[in-house]
């Protein structure tokens, strides 16, 4: 009698893992290409963000780049910056990177400068940029942002001035290549272009 209860055990037990496991493995096959759906439905989205002003930047940080060479930010003081910090696991990020090499490109004739920061995950940052094949420049931050760069949400990106001062910040996704910010952009660089003697 005994066998008998095992063997019945032993079925329920088989009869209620199999479906779950069948059910995990189907879940983990749908997510794949549902995250990849999911990124271009947000993309499809995005709106052009509001422009806003604010207070002066702090570049007293540090970043790498996908060499490893450590990088002052202080040295994109001089010239407007357009600035995101993001993560490679945030799928609003990954929305918003076609626009805003959208707009890298059509920035590039421009004196400034544009800095994808990955707040985490440096590493997986550098390679998924390499894989899409984006241009737009990318590091990964070592340490501590100043508070003036405080990010709650990922993405958020800033526009600095050339004097420091930040002229606009995006808390979440935008639809970057919109002409309102590249206008404000070509703004930047024509009116607060330091003098040439």
């Not at 079925?11 to 759906?37: D, E, Q």
């Not at 910040?169 to 935008?174: D, E, G, M």
Request: hydrophobic share 45%.
């Amino acid at each position: 009698m005994q066998g008998k209860k095992s063997v019945f055990f032993a079925g329920c037990l088989t009869g209620f893992l199999t479906p779950m496991i069948i059910l995990g493995i189907a879940v983990a096959l749908m997510i794949g290409p549902y995250k990849s759906r999911m990124i271009d439905q947000m993309a499809e989205k995005l709106h052009a963000p509001a422009i806003t002003t604010g207070a002066t930047a702090d570049f007293n940080w540090t970043v790498t780049t996908a060499d490893g060479e450590t990088l002052d930010p202080n040295t994109w003081l001089g010239k407007p910056a357009f600035i995101s910090f993001w993560d490679p696991s945030c799928p609003h990020c990954l929305a918003e990177l076609p626009s805003m090499e959208s707009l890298y490109q059509q920035a590039r004739g421009m004196d400034m400068t544009f800095a994808a920061v990955a707040l985490e995950n440096g590493d997986d940052a550098f390679e998924y940029m390499l894989e899409q094949g984006y241009q737009i420049p990318v590091y990964a931050l070592e340490g501590e942002l100043p508070p003036v760069f405080e990010v709650s949400t990922k993405p958020t990106t800033f526009i600095v001035g050339h004097n420091g001062s930040i002229v606009f910040k995006q808390i979440s996704s935008a639809k970057w290549d919109d002409v309102v910010v590249l206008s404000l952009l070509q703004d930047l660089n024509i009116t607060e272009a330091p003098a040439t003697e």
